[in-house]
């Protein structure tokens, strides 16, 4: 049945989405986060897809809903997230639709406890030190779509965006679109398209379409339970002008940041602590673990003296900047991280990414090779399933007596570390000056030389 009154705006979106699917053969992606505006554009596209194949239309071209899991998803949020993924693929089978959800994840290497357990990465922090968006939604995101466009030449993003969430969005909106076009090239990936279907819904009209009839999604998740994760959210972006949905009088007060249980990007995690207010007391545990994450970050004896590279450097007010934790923090976070499974039952860290840490910790200096492995058997009780194949680069007297001569010519116990696993590590390279190179960028680090060339500005001063 046809929308009609105030629903007539999502008649006309559906009877146009209707129009661009059968304009041609390039597959559809939508990003699918599970919150409402993502929600609203896949029931607009599932409806439009089932009105053409009950009039027959042979529906060729895939709609891929790609939902994106960073690994650090609020538990709750997460496990919506993939009920709907796996819903929305069970409900387009029974109705024979072409449509297709997958969820997509970052490679071992660069999730969030790899960047900061693996190399000591400091966990995010404002105004403009956010490095996780890109690794861990970004980049996969960007994979799947270059696969798809291997596959099809082209490809068409349709962005579930509204004018109505920010007065930054409006103006990024504004900006991309072409008069007279409802396709636009994306910015920056070549051969693929945009299509923003409810950039004109207002915020009013998003609940109220959702929250019709029975509640139900097309593909049967109930819309409560989204509205219900809502409830209570104050961080910012917009607010539902609704007041109340007044077959349950339920307020409503909420946008739709849910972002990632460990964010220290925000003093205090209101997303988190309204969930626990709510009831989720079984997140209590991961807002502690998380608060201790962001003290650590701030504590200067978890950090080292200097950057990756090798940089120092002084801060405004003369003091020196902070790097990257220390691998003995990072041993610590671990260890935390691991008993803080043992006391939720959730799984927060997998064996992939505990195999990419393991091999960068034995990249970043640990010259027994066995400190990941040890730490895990001590916490877990049990063994990882390549335990018995890591032997030590040295034993415990041979690190001793490393570090009994670093100290006796006064050298850095970093230094000697960083030499013999470049050593180790290009050992069967044929090529010596790819060794030798290594070499030089070690010894030419700025930490090693700061006070002589401090000495020598201040000379020339």
């Given at each position: ?297 701030e504590d200067s004896q978890y950090r080292d003296s200097k ?155």
């Open positions: 049945m046809p929308y009609t009154g105030k629903f007539q705006v999502f008649e006309d979106i559906i009877r146009e989405i209707m129009i661009v699917y059968k304009h041609d053969s390039r597959p559809w992606l939508i990003g699918y986060s599970g919150g409402k505006d993502s929600t609203l554009l896949v029931c607009l596209v599932y409806e439009a897809m089932k009105r053409l194949n009950d009039t027959g239309a042979t529906l060729e071209k895939t709609v891929h809903v790609i939902t994106s899991d960073t690994m650090v998803e609020n538990p709750i949020v997460k496990r919506y997230m993939h009920f709907s993924s796996d819903s929305i693929n069970r409900a387009a089978e029974n109705d024979h639709l072409n449509i297709k959800a997958s969820v997509i994840y970052p490679e071992p290497e660069q999730t969030f406890w790899s960047r900061v357990i693996g190399l000591g990465y400091p966990t995010p922090e404002p105004p403009g030190f956010r490095w996780c968006t890109d690794r861990l939604k970004i980049m996969p995101m960007n994979k799947f779509v270059s696969e798809r466009i291997k596959e099809s030449g082209e490809i068409i993003i349709l962005l579930g965006v509204r004018k109505g969430e920010s007065l930054t969005r409006m103006k990024t909106i504004s900006a991309r679109e072409i008069e007279g076009k409802l396709l636009n090239m994306h910015n920056d990936i070549p051969n693929a398209y945009v299509y923003n279907p409810i950039t004109e819904i207002p915020n009013d009209l998003v609940w109220e379409f959702l929250l019709k009839g029975d509640c139900r999604s097309p593909w049967g998740s109930d819309m409560k339970y989204l509205f219900s994760l809502y409830q209570g959210e104050n961080l910012g972006e917009e607010k539902s002008v609704l007041g109340e949905v007044d077959r349950e009088k339920i307020p409503v007060t909420g946008n739709s940041r849910f972002g990632c249980w460990c964010c220290t990007m925000v003093k205090e995690d209101k997303s988190l602590q309204n969930f626990i207010n709510k009831g989720a007391t079984e997140l209590i545990p991961l807002r502690e673990f998380r608060n201790e994450l962001l003290r650590m970050r950057r990756r590279n090798g940089s120092v450097y002084k801060k405004s007010d003369g003091s020196f900047g902070m790097g990257p934790f220390t691998l003995e923090a990072r041993r610590l976070i671990l260890e935390r991280l691991l008993n803080l499974e043992n006391r939720t039952g959730m799984e927060l860290i997998t064996e992939a990414e505990l195999k990419a840490i393991d091999k960068m910790w034995d990249e970043e200096g640990d010259l027994t090779c066995r400190s990941l492995v040890e730490s895990y058997h001590k916490v877990k009780g049990k063994k990882l399933p390549w335990d018995d194949y890591k032997t030590p680069r040295f034993d415990a007297e041979a690190v001793q007596a490393i570090k009994d001569v670093a100290d006796k010519y006064d050298l850095p116990v970093e230094l000697i570390t960083k030499l013999i696993v470049s050593v180790d590590t290009n050992k069967h390279i044929t090529k010596n000056n790819k060794m030798q190179k290594a070499l030089d960028s070690i010894i030419g680090q700025g930490w090693l030389h700061y006070d002589s060339v401090e000495g020598a500005l201040n000379h020339e001063d």
